[in-house]
């Protein structure tokens, strides 16, 4: 993975750069694939990648050892570090990949021409060439019509590229959505066909897509096409619909996701794991072996909700400020509130709660979470002995001061004494 260029200007100053040296050493040498695709979309590329007829030995004496990683020369990728804040630049020679053993990669590589590295690419919008001197767009798949029309098609046979390679499927679901593009009818035959071997890929490369899938616009779209071709069974089978209520809800959550402020994996996960629980979450965190923060986030956003989420508006305000406010306490606050009131937008729970919620998370840090009026410490001094009985109270006073039924340290610690015996 690139490093992700902080000037999206000096990036693309840079991958002109790159294609100018390897052009003066007599190489041929065209921005390729995604750069393209988001250029003639009026996007800009998150990332350039060149392709090129240089072999990894030329393009890294062209550009330097000190300033070139081969981690991938293998497969013919040479990484070309660029100047403070234009990123990485990845130069690949052009390639024919040999057929992968096992659907995850390709087990050799043979390097060739333009028209056959355009061939090895997944879909056509992702097959074009760009020369970025001359202004010309090479294209070898039809790309640009599919680019226009604005279709997701396989280069080749669909069943045979998703075949070599299972990840494929999924990353046409993301473009598909991401792009609001439709999936060309023989593709989606393929990937509905083929959908169960997407559960071989990597969980990490799998938690990747989904990541990127959920966190953008289309996000909506991605969990339907993720559920009407099956690949949300193979993908997220712990959470997928079993009957047509499972059905129904899953789209709710749909609806609710595309509805969120600050959209990620986690609190997704947490929606569509509404009608399969906690237990389940908690299983498909450990298979895509999720970040630990990723994996907690979406367990507490999941406790939360039953907690929180079916609550009637007067309910949660007349709860005791004690048992809501932990959940206002924590650094996932502002996410939590913005599932909250995702979901009243698709029916569950209250927005009147989501919105009272809200403002309560709105107020001074010091006001949701003020300084405990005692420690441990104090308690000791107090001739309380340290251990469970102690834990015990210093809950229960903290849980005292918030319900403003003790407002000094004195009061406490008096309480404390008072109450020391279980
Ligand atoms: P984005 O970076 O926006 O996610 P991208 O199309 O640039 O999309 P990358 O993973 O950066 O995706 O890959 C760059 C290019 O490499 C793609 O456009 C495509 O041509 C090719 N490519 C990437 N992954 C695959 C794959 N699994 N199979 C075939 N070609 C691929
Ligand atoms: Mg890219």
Redo the contacts with the bound molecule.
């Keep these: 993975m690139p490093a992700i260029p902080s000037s999206p200007t000096l990036a693309r100053q840079f991958a002109l750069a790159v294609v100018t040296r390897l052009r003066a050493a007599g190489q041929e040498a065209f921005w ?4 393209v ?2 250029e003639l979309l009026g996007r800009v ?3 350039f ?1 060149v392709a090129t007829s240089a072999l990894p030995e030329l393009v890294r004496s062209l550009f330097g050892r000190h300033r070139t990683l081969t981690i991938g020369a293998a497969f013919g990728v040479v990484t070309v570090i660029g100047p403070p804040g234009a990123g990485h630049v990845e130069v690949t020679t052009f390639r024919t ?1 040999a057929d992968s053993s096992d659907g995850r990669r390709p087990t050799a590589v043979t390097f060739s021409t333009a028209r056959d590295d355009a061939q ?4 056509t919008i ?2 074009l060439f760009f020369d970025p001197i001359a202004g010309d767009v090479h294209d070898y798949v039809d790309g640009r019509a599919d680019l226009a029309a604005g279709i997701i098609r396989a280069i080749g046979v669909p069943t045979l ?1 998703f075949g ?2 299972h ?2 499927m999924l ?1 046409a679901v ?2 598909a959505a ?1 792009f609001d593009f439709a999936i060309d009818t023989a593709t989606e035959a393929a990937i509905v066909q083929m959908a169960p071997l997407v559960a071989s890929v990597s969980p990490e490369r799998i938690a990747a897509e989904l990541r ?1 899938m959920v966190s953008r616009p289309g996000r909506q779209r991605a969990l339907e096409l993720l559920e009407k071709t099956g690949l949300a069974t193979a993908a997220l089978g712990e959470l997928a619909p079993l009957d047509s209520a499972g059905t129904a809800a899953w789209r709710t959550a749909g609806i609710i996701v595309a509805s969120l402020e600050q959209p990620n994996l986690s609190a997704t996960l947490a929606i569509l794991a509404e009608n399969a629980g906690r237990e389940k979450l908690r299983q498909i965190a450990k298979r895509l072996r999720l970040s630990n923060r990723e994996a907690r986030t979406a367990d507490w956003l999941a406790a939360a909700i039953t907690e929180l989420g079916g609550m009637a508006g007067e309910h949660l305000q007349s709860r005791q400020w004690s048992q809501v406010q932990p959940w206002l306490a924590d650094g996932n606050a502002a996410l939590l509130c913005d599932v909250l009131r995702a979901r009243a937008t698709g029916g569950r729970g209250s927005a009147e709660a989501a919105a009272w919620l809200r403002t309560q998370a709105a107020r001074p840090r010091d006001e949701i979470d003020p300084a405990p009026l005692v420690a441990g410490n104090d308690l000791l001094a107090a001739g309380i002995p340290a251990g469970k009985v102690m834990g015990a109270l210093l809950v229960r006073l903290r849980a005292l001061q918030l319900d403003a039924q003790l407002s000094t340290r004195e009061q406490a610690i008096a309480w404390a004494q008072a109450n020391r015996l279980p």
């Design positions: 390729a694939g995604g750069c695709r988001d590329p998150a990332d990648d990949d090895r690419r997944d879909f992702n097959g590229r070599e390679d990840l494929r990353r993301r473009f991401s990127a």
